[in-house]
């Protein structure tokens, strides 16, 4: 499993426990085969960081037999997602963005989670006109096969999944 973990005596606002620090595969996952080793990566939610995950994960994404397509909206959607917790997740400090991912039959699961403050529930998920931003969950929306986002004032995850091509029935890239 590719992983990063932080010194030792790092607040990452997780559990002090170390077996819930987000060392082991989530129970949902580990009953199934996994044909590529998991990704998982625990960074400072700042945007040079948020780069390195996601050339990282591209990385991960080329033990995988992907066409180019799929692997730029994997890397995409990821990008936006964490580049959305390094720009909003913790606005009275710095906190931490875990990215995991997983290659399990014909789909590659991309997990992007943080600890900060939520998504706010009467954001519209829809770009403003004159806004700068807002445009990084209708992005994500547009190029997964499903996407999922989940925000308390605990934090945010959001589950993106894709199901190309090139993985069902063994078909070649």
């Excluded at 080329?62 to 180019?68: F, I, Q, V």
């Excluded at 209708?138 to 190309?164: E, F, H, N, Y």
Aim: charged share 20%; aromatic share 4%.
């Amino acid at each position: 499993m590719y992983r990063h973990t932080p010194d030792p005596g790092v607040d990452t606002g997780e559990s002090t426990d170390a077996d819930q620090a987000g060392t082991t595969v989530p129970e949902h996952h580990a009953a199934r085969a996994v044909t590529t080793a998991p990704f998982e990566e625990l960074a400072p939610a700042l945007p040079n960081e948020m780069a390195g995950l996601r050339r990282k994960l591209l990385h991960w994404l080329g033990e995988l037999t992907l066409d180019p397509d799929s692997k730029h909206d994997i890397t995409l959607a990821t990008y936006e997602a964490l580049a959305n917790v390094a720009a909003h997740a913790y606005p009275s400090g710095h906190g931490w963005a875990r990215l995991q991912a997983v290659h399990e039959g014909d789909a590659v699961t991309v997990t992007v989670s943080d600890t900060g403050c939520g998504i706010s529930a009467t954001r519209p998920r829809q770009a403003g006109l004159r806004t700068s931003g807002g445009r990084g969950l209708l992005l994500i929306d547009k190029v997964t096969d499903q996407a999922d986002v989940d925000s308390t004032g605990q934090g945010t995850t959001v589950t993106m999944t894709w199901r190309p091509a090139a993985l069902r029935h063994g078909n070649p890239a």
